[in-house]
């Protein structure tokens, strides 16, 4: 047999807990160092890429330089050359040849 309850509470209504501020303080303090532990990883794991990625983008342009001076060197070597004085020079060093011949 069921009794009536003397309580003023109904058994279906949902009971809500009140926090306090300490507890939402806690709560708060607890999500702020959180997110501050994950943003403090982030920004080295960020940082530390940026170094590596500059050090590999350095290391290509020292190639590239190396390269480039290379080439220039070969360019100055190739434009000294005269052409007219190297014609002349084989076209007598030819007639010499068929004169001693």
Excluded at 31 to 57: G, K, N
Excluded at 61 to 72: H, T
Excluded at 86 to 99: F, G, K, N, P, W
Aim: aromatic share 10%; hydrophobic share 40%; proline share 3%.
């Amino acid at each position: 047999m069921d009794l009536p309850s003397t309580s003023t509470e109904s058994p279906t209504e949902p009971t809500v807990h009140i926090k306090t501020n300490d507890e939402i303080l806690h709560d708060v303090a607890t999500t702020f160092w959180i997110v501050f532990i994950f943003y403090i990883f982030a920004s080295v794991a960020w940082i530390a890429y940026c170094i590596i990625s500059y050090r590999r983008d350095l290391e290509k342009l020292k190639l590239s330089a190396e390269k480039n001076s290379i080439a220039r060197r070969l360019l100055k070597a190739y434009d000294s050359v005269d052409i007219e004085n190297l014609r002349a020079e084989s076209e007598v060093l030819e007639d010499t040849l068929e004169a001693t011949s």
